[in-house]
């Protein structure tokens, strides 16, 4: 990643505009500095950065050196040298110790055919007859494939397609005589615990040069009157969502929210299972609605947020201060002076506590170590309301736990009469 300015149509947001065109003028409305950016965008920037350090050395560094160092807005800690610069260091090293590989750091690629397309990819690297476009991630929150299963289709990541594409046409000399070109997303720790660091899929020149004639044809649309807009995972970026009509237009179907019946008429209303039925769909499209109304107040909220950050005025609204919260100017010196007054060591320090399941699991990932598993046990904090979709350990309620007593009474009793 550069500094450098953006291109609307670049790498980083073809995935979007490929599936929702009309975003590209919808995101020109939002001033450029409420563009999506947080502490987390600054701890990947920093990171990438880092990693761009550790590549460029011509002698060999320890990673282990850059922890406490600056890059961008973001000291490197040790937590990120292991869980993140290490394990994906060690992958890009190997590939680079390859006798004869060249690589292109930091890159910016221009894209064929479309005016003001370009992007800067992380890495590229070409051993033999090969090509390895490599992008790193250093999120958490969302897992990247190079290519994601979708029903019977797989769908190869846009932004590697991208800057292939755009690396072919830029670096001709580079691809002469490739004849792979391999895709990898280099993500080492998301919040799936099971997942690989290294997602990869091999393409062909073919493949590119279908992705860009496809891209051509979502950036006309993008640039002609009515462009489409559509709602999906590419929407979670997007900078554009407090104002998109697709997820605004929740708000007014929540204002004509309406309960079907007058239940309170009838005591019996509860007496009939399709009337309660019916009542519990309310329930359950009221939720619907109220979940979309929250991601779109969450999304107003940041902006607005960001807004009186840089020092603008949102009118009615202002940023207020949180609770004063007290720290040791200087921890030895307090520990010594305190030492003195009389107070006892466990006064002043807590016990040591072990870290979490997932810290240690993280670790074990990056050094190639396994954890025993019955070292692990787990616990459930409690019930809560979830989607069906996103629920891992369902609750029955009573039908359902009705229903598997009777299922398990009749296959008892069926076994009990043989
Ligand atoms: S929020 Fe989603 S639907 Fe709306 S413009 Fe952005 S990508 Fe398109």
Redesign the pocket.
Known sequence: MSPQAHSPFGGSVAA?VLR?P??VD?ISKVPPELHKSSDYADRGTSMHMAMAALIAEDVHVPVESLAGKKFGDYTITHDDIENFLRPAYSFVEKLLDVPGAAYYLDQRVIFPAIANTFGTLDLLIRIDHTVHVIDFKFGVGVRVLALTPDGDDDVLNSQLLFYGAAARHSLPEFFTGIEDIVLTILQPVTTDADSEMVSTVTVTHAELDEFIAAYRVACAEALSEAPR???GP??RF?S??PI?K??TKPLLDLAAFTVPAPWSTTRAFFGTPTAKEEYLKVLAAGLELADAVKDTCTALHDQAKRALENGDNVPGYALSNGRAERYWRDEITAQVALLSLGFEHDDLVEVEVMRSVKQIELRAKARGLKIPPELIISRRSGVSLKRSENVRVPVLGRDELARAFSEALAVFTEEARQ
Request: aromatic residues 6%; glycine residues 6%.
């Open positions: 979007r929702c009309g975003s919808l807009l559509k709602a590419w929407c997007c554009a969502r998109c697709e997820h």
